[in-house]
């Protein structure tokens, strides 16, 4: 993991902000918020489903963005959303991860906390 937002034991965080996690290059993961695992979209399938030419502007799935290229892991609430904001009080947020050559089998994990104001 080289990056995540929001900060772990961050204390002033709002209730629309995304949880990002930039992984190393080769992994990929899921995202688990309070304890529900976010569904994840490879953005590479979301292009290809709607035949977006380069630049285009796409309407992107209420659900955790994993960006190949990038190796990044986002989510935004949404009304959409499984989770839609962030209510005030302590949010525990979760990443699984594991390279994308071996698959799910032998995950590793990461937790934070962050709380919402």
Known sequence: I??????????????????FVDLESGYTGVLVIDGV????VNIDDVNEQFEAEPG?????PATTIFEPGNFT???????????KK?????HTAQVIYW???????????YSWTFNVV
């Open 86 to 90: 962030f209510d005030t009080g302590l």
């Open 56 to 60: 285009q502007q796409i309407q992107l």
């Open 37 to 40: 695992e976010l569904p994840t």
């Open 2 to 19: 080289e990056e995540i937002e929001p900060y772990p034991e961050a204390v002033q965080v709002l209730s629309q902000s995304r949880v």
């Open 73 to 83: 892991l986002t989510f935004v609430p949404s009304d959409d959303a499984l989770v």
């Open 99 to 109: 390279k994308i050559i071996e698959g799910r089998q032998r995950p590793l994990s």
